[in-house]
């Protein structure tokens, strides 16, 4: 368990209490004593009162939930003039409330004209569940909240309606893990970015076994890099997927290798959007498509520490080609970290 002893038996009987049948779960763990013990003892009650939220306000974060698609869909962002085309976005929200994510908490937010950029600005009385605390964050931990940047203004001013991430914060209810953050960007009538409705919690392990290809947005997201693969063969097709599911850890240099070299160059720049899409801060991630083919090769030199800051010079054209690129990488990827 987190506080450092070995759970060692586990019992869950249903017990009479007061001519009531209770449910209970007893677990017998090693001894701790002094601080240890109390600090076990307060993430427990930490984890209790944040079950005991989330259960509270489920049914009311599932409600915000449906109320946040149909405005959606009644105020979609605009291009040009003309309602933007939001229907896998809807696709996936309605994906979402048929058990496929396990809402924790919620917050309104709406777009302040404080700063230079603007701020979010939480609506009173809007937290629920595990956000009912006002000092809870989600995006960053602690600290007082500060206006948008410019990046990040020019992100949330996309027309792409939906926001998934990661939650600085890690979910002591279901499963220890960051939890997953989705964001419905709401808009005025006249389509512009008007504010957000953030949700967190844990996609459920339905959603980890349903088909990628069923999943609204992602099947996009597959279509697209299929697209790329096209000549690709299955074997070579079957390959790139083995670097997708190894690109956080040890390259397989040696299912690499067996592509044709004439693929080779392709399967690099796949592998270093993967990392991209995977490591980048949300408003240099919607430009990785003006990364060229030659910046791709020379940024997977980058350790994933300054990956952010060399990928923004390269956007911002400070650094213009494969050499400037490489020259300003302080710190390099191990040979076996990379392809």
Request: hydrophobic share 45%; net charge positive.
């Amino acid at each position: 368990m987190a506080a450092g002893a070995r759970i060692r038996a586990a019992f869950h009987p249903i017990l009479d209490l007061d001519g009531v049948k209770t449910s209970v779960i007893a677990l017998v763990c090693d001894t701790l004593a002094g601080e240890a013990r109390e600090k076990a003892v307060q993430s427990l009650r930490e984890a209790f009162a944040q079950g005991a939220l989330a259960v509270r306000d489920w049914k009311a974060m599932l409600a915000r939930l449906t109320a946040a698609r149909d405005d959606l869909a009644r105020h979609p962002p605009r291009i040009a003039g003309q309602p933007a085309d939001i229907g896998e976005s809807l696709a996936f929200l309605d994906w979402l409330a048929d058990n496929h994510f396990t809402l924790l908490g919620a917050r309104d937010y709406v777009l302040s004209k404080d700063g230079a950029n603007g701020m979010l600005e939480p609506v009173k009385g809007s937290s629920l569940g595990v956000l009912c605390d006002e000092d809870a964050r989600v995006i960053r931990k602690g600290g007082e909240r500060t206006g948008l940047t410019a990046e990040v203004r020019a992100f949330l001013d996309t027309p792409d309606p939906i926001i998934v991430t990661k939650s600085a914060t890690r979910s002591v209810v279901h499963r220890r893990a960051h939890m997953d953050y989705i964001g419905i960007k709401t808009f005025d009538p006249n389509g512009a970015f008007a504010g957000e409705r953030r949700f967190v919690g844990l996609f459920t392990s339905n959603s980890y076994f349903a088909p990628a290809r069923s999943i609204p947005l992602l099947r996009k997201k597959i279509e697209a890099v299929m697209g790329k693969l096209a000549g690709f063969s299955l074997q070579e097709q079957q390959v790139l997927a083995l670097l997708v599911r190894a690109h956080r850890r040890k390259w397989p240099k040696a299912a690499f290798e067996e592509l044709p070299p004439e693929r080779q160059s392709l399967a690099r720049s796949l592998a270093v959007l993967l990392r991209l899409a995977t490591l980048l801060p949300p408003d240099l991630r919607s430009r990785i498509n003006d990364l060229r083919t030659g910046d791709l090769l020379a940024l997977r030199f980058c350790a994933d520490e300054e990956l952010a800051e060399v990928t923004r010079r390269v956007l911002a054209g400070e650094l213009k080609g494969r050499d400037a690129i490489k020259r300003a990488i302080r710190t390099w990827r191990p040979d076996h970290r990379r392809l």
